[in-house]
């Protein structure tokens, strides 16, 4: 093997050890450190760094960089929600944005809802840097939208506010209790007909695949193994009644996308 082959193979384990650790570092390495220091337990607590910090939040919201996290699926997920939304009947009505996402989700959403005749998207986000730096995406929509910083898990719309509610890659993300809670205030705040577009990780059918899956959770978002078996989101719905349910995964089962209907 010649010299620069070996460099070649030194540069690449460095710059993908290097990614890696600076992920560790403003997700779960930053929880592990708030958990070790005897700051007090807020409803904030369980949100990376990586989503609050004005810096960090604008040095990784890059869409390739959003795209191979999701290994190259954020596209078709997207688009997935897109014809969702283009199907349902939003004329004049409201919809949910629950919790900011990276990359371009937010404006298709928010494009697919105007267009279909939306009165207003509410995009809601526990951190205010998410909103800000949300809005900065959604400028030609300004009007239409409206930025509320509120807490998943206990918004304070009211019941039956929403003809339409989009949650992308949120629950992995949550304590596991917090996941079931999340997902009745989707319902609560659903007209009925409505719809919840729901993405998420599920558990991947092939087994390589599931390995590095499950390497990945553990290491860096442990809260998301549960979606495998104890809190998929689907059985969740199911077993909390008033949903029709269909679930369409993507990419060997790696992902998923739920189309909840509120009864
Ligand atoms: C939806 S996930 C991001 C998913 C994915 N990694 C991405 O960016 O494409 C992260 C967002 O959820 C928000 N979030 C976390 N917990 C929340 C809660 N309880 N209520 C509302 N927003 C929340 C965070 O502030 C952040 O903006």
């Not at 990784?60 to 190259?72: E, K, N, T």
Request: hydrophobic share 50%; net charge positive.
């Amino acid at each position: 093997m010649g010299a620069w082959m070996i460099n070649g193979v030194f540069a690449l384990f460095f710059l993908l050890a290097s990614t890696g650790l600076f992920f560790f570092v403003v997700t779960r390495g930053a929880l592990l450190v708030r958990g070790l220091s005897s700051g007090s337990h807020t409803e904030k607590s369980h949100v990376y760094p990586i989503y609050s910090n004005m810096r960090l939040i604008k040095l990784v919201d890059f869409q390739p960089i959003i795209s191979a996290i999701l290994l190259f699926q954020y596209h078709r997920l997207v688009s997935n929600i897109v014809s969702g939304l283009r199907q349902s009947d939003l004329k004049n009505k409201k919809v949910l944005i629950t919790s900011c996402a990276f990359g371009n989700v937010i404006p298709r959403v928010v494009n697919a809802c105007v267009q279909a005749g939306a009165e207003r998207v509410l995009v809601a986000d526990i951190i205010r840097n998410e909103l800000v730096h949300a809005q900065s995406k959604l400028r030609e929509f300004s009007g239409k939208v409206e930025f509320i910083e509120e807490n998943a898990t206990a918004m304070k719309q009211p019941d039956g506010v929403a003809a339409a509610n989009v949650m992308f890659f949120l629950l992995h993300e949550l304590p596991h209790p917090l996941k079931v809670r999340a997902l009745n205030e989707a319902g609560r705040m659903l007209a009925p007909g409505g719809k919840l577009l729901l993405a998420e990780f599920h558990r991947p059918e092939l087994w390589v695949l599931r390995a590095l899956s499950w390497t990945y959770f553990k290491v860096f978002e442990p809260l998301g193994l549960a979606l495998w078996d104890t809190h998929d989101p689907l059985g969740c719905l199911e077993s909390m009644g008033g949903w029709a349910c269909e679930r369409t995964t993507y990419f060997f089962g790696n992902f998923q996308i739920i189309t909840a209907t509120k009864l």
